[in-house]
């Protein structure tokens, strides 16, 4: 039996690196077989609250806030970035976003679509380079009642669903 002193290291590096480190890792460990382990740090998938895709066109931040504006019958669209950017890509999040698009890298092109955005989250949205549109928080969960109930209505025979008539946006426009 032989004992010797060992120190642990531990280090969190990106997946693109990780050959590199064990082939250093090798070349200077005064063992044959040096020990270590690899584990990942994937953060759990987020299911159901959201999306991200590419528009099927390029457009401009203005443009995609009047299209959305029209389609969810919205009374008080705002906007964060230009007006003129260019958007190709979407982070979706309906009612209220908060900190979930920034789970993914924003960039220039993308915008991000919700329902309502706190006034630090637009600045950390600006900081990253990127633009938001805010529809209103009814307005951005609304578009998904009717499908949500035809979906339950199939599950649960015999039972109805019926979208209320009365439910509104809480705020009014000036």
Known sequence: MERV??????AVVGSGDIAEIVAAIRASHPYEEPAFDLYPL????????????ALAQPTTLAQLARKLKRATHSS????????????ARAVIVGGS?????????????????????????????????????????????RPVLEPLAHKLTG??????????KFDRDAFEPV
């Open 5 to 10: 002193d060992e120190i642990r290291l531990e």
């Open 42 to 53: 994937r953060p759990q998938p987020v299911r159901g609250i959201g999306r991200i895709g």
């Open 76 to 87: 008080c669209v705002q906007i964060v970035g230009p007006a003129d950017r260019r958007v």
């Open 97 to 141: 976003a908060g900190t979930l698009p920034f789970r993914v890298a924003l960039g220039s092109n993308d915008v991000v679509v919700t329902g309502e955005i706190r006034h630090h989250d637009a600045l950390t949205i600006r900081r990253h380079d990127a633009t938001a549109i805010a529809l209103g928080h009814w307005a951005s969960e």
């Open 155 to 164: 599950a649960l025979k015999g039972i109805t669903f019926r979208i209320s």
